[in-house]
């Protein structure tokens, strides 16, 4: 087995990039329903205005007020594909130690804790998502069952980063996600996103910039984000009169 990852430490690096695709599917799907042919591989959302048809989606696993079971694990049986990730997700967990990613069913409540049932499946599908690759996911519940899928379609991919969005995650983020470590959870969506990162001031601040865009995070003493900057950058544009007056200067 190679050298233990913690269960934490991939929900750092998946939790704002899953937070952007998440606010952006939540936006496109508005009000609507869900309906799925698991051996037709069809999943269907029906809204108000318009359908989005996945026929590349993953199921995940499922979880009730008492457990979370893995899809793999489900004693009804699905087609190979449609596991696929889910088997991917088991391979890692026994690899790197992470024992909620490769035991079959696992309960809800953990002691004090008691979390609702779509809280487990958000962030059972976070690590999945930093482990596949496929970033969108969708919690579905049937029968007071909460289904868990990673899902594939044009339309739920991320549009260019802009500043406005970026400085949404991050502050929404920040204070809703259970994120341990601040500086690798900012680093890991900011250069995700394409943008060029790096720490400064013995890692007080992380700087980064690109698409347009650049800002500054500053962190405490114990490491969590104190303050957040995020601005547009605007090429200087150069003004007629200033053209004219530096031709008259070189002569």
Known sequence: MSEPVPLTRLLDDAGLLSLEH???????LGSHR?????????????????TFVCE????????????????????WGFPKPLISVARMVREFGFRYGVAELCAAEMPVRLGRAAPEPHQVAELLADAAKVISGHWSSYCGVTDGTCVAFLVEH????????????????????????PLVDHRRATQSYLSRRGLVTGFVDDKHAL??????????????????????????????????SETKAQSANSF
């Open 56 to 75: 590349d989606f993953h199921l995940l696993g499922t979880v009730d007020a008492e457990s979370w079971l893995w899809a793999w694990a489900n004693p």
């Open 34 to 50: 869900w309906q799925a042919d698991m051996e037709a591989g069809r999943l269907e959302f029906v809204g108000d205005e318009q």
């Open 207 to 240: 700087e980064f910039s690109g698409s347009g865009l650049a800002g500054t995070i500053e962190f405490d003493d114990e490491g969590v984000v104190s303050n957040l900057d995020v601005g547009v950058v605007v090429d200087r544009i150069e003004l007629p």
């Open 22 to 28: 998440r606010l952006h599917v939540e936006e496109l």
């Open 154 to 177: 044009p339309a739920f991919e991320l549009p260019l980063p802009s500043a406005s969005v970026i400085a949404r995650v991050l502050a929404h983020g920040i204070n809703a996600l």
